[in-house]
C-alpha cells in the first residue's frame, strides 16, 4: 500500500521559475513529514520539514504548503538554479524513526 | 564532523550467496536506520536500531536482518541473495530514536547477478 503518492513523477523548470511539487499522505498518524533532496551518487538530504499543526513553512527559496484536511502538503521552489536539479522525495513519519517516502520527482532546470 | 560512512561503496554477489554491509553513524548519533532505494519500489524502509534494539522493522523478508553494536556502528545482513535484492541500500542516522533528523550515507550499491 503506498501511503505517500507524489506527484509529477518528472518536471523541467527554466532557470528562475518556480517548481512545485505536490504530495498526499493516508496515515493519519504521521506527525512529521520532511522533504529530501538527492543528487545522484548521493544519498537523500533532508531539506526542509514541516508538522501538521503548522500550514506553511518557509527556509530560503524552498516552502512547504501544507493542507491536513486534505492530506496533502507541497514544495515550493522559488527561482530555480540549474544547481537545484536533483529528485526531491517527500516522505511521512508516524512511529520511531520509519519514514515512508513518496515515489521522487526528478526535476531539471534549465539554464 | 564526519557524515555517516557506508562500506563497500559498490558489492557485485551471485544468486544464493550472502552478504554484510556495514554503516558508521555520525559521531554522537545512536540510531541507525536502514532503507532499501530501487528504481521500482523507491526508499522502502528496512528497519531501525537504537541502543543496539531494533525498534521497527519494515515488511521485508527474514532474509533482511541487522545488528547494531555498542558504538552504536550497524550492520545489515542479507542471505540467500535473488536477483530482485539488487538495489542502493542506504544508512541513515539521527541522534536518537525520537529525534526526526535522519542523515542519510551516500550507499552500498548492491548487484546480484
Known amino acids: 500500500q503506498q501511503q505517500v503518492k507524489q506527484s509529477p513523477q518528472s518536471l523541467i523548470v527554466q532557470k528562475g521559475g518556480i517548481s512545485i511539487i505536490n504530495c498526499a499522505y493516508e496515515?493519519?498518524?504521521?506527525?512529521?513529514f520532511p522533504w529530501y533532496q538527492q543528487f545522484p551518487g548521493k544519498g537523500p538530504a533532508l531539506l526542509i520539514a514541516?508538522?501538521?499543526?503548522?500550514s506553511e513553512k518557509k527556509e530560503g527559496r524552498f516552502t512547504i504548503s501544507f493542507n491536513k484536511s486534505a492530506k496533502q502538503f507541497s514544495l515550493h521552489i522559488m527561482d530555480s538554479q540549474p544547481g537545484d536539479s536533483a529528485t526531491y522525495f517527500c516522505a511521512g513519519k508516524a512511529a520511531g524513526n520509519k519514514l515512508t517516502f513518496g515515489g521522487g520527482t526528478r526535476v531539471l532546470v534549465k539554464p | 564532523k564526519a557524515g555517516v560512512t557506508q562500506t563497500p561503496r559498490y558489492l557485485i554477489k551471485t544468486r544464493g550467496q550472502q552478504v554484510t554491509l556495514s554503516c558508521s553513524p555520525i559521531s554522537g548519533h545512536r540510531s541507525v536506520s536502514w532503507y532499501q532505494q530501487t528504481p521500482g519500489q523507491g526508499l522502502q524502509f528496512l528497519f531501525e536500531y537504537f541502543s543496539e534494539t531494533q525498534r521497527n522493522k519494515g515488511n521485508f523478508p527474514g532474509r533482511f536482518s541487522g545488528r547494531q553494536f555498542s558504538n552504536s556502528r550497524s550492520e545489515m545482513n542479507v542471505s540467500t541473495l535473488e536477483l530482485g535484492d539488487s538495489a542502493l541500500y542506504l544508512c541513515?542516522?539521527?541522534?536518537?530514536?525520537?529525534?526526526?533528523?535522519?542523515?542519510f550515507g551516500s550507499g552500498t550499491q548492491l548487484s546480484v547477478l
Open positions: 514541516i508538522r501538521p499543526d503548522v
Open positions: 541513515a542516522s539521527s541522534l536518537d530514536s525520537v529525534n526526526e533528523k535522519l542523515f
Open positions: 496515515n493519519t498518524a504521521f506527525d512529521y
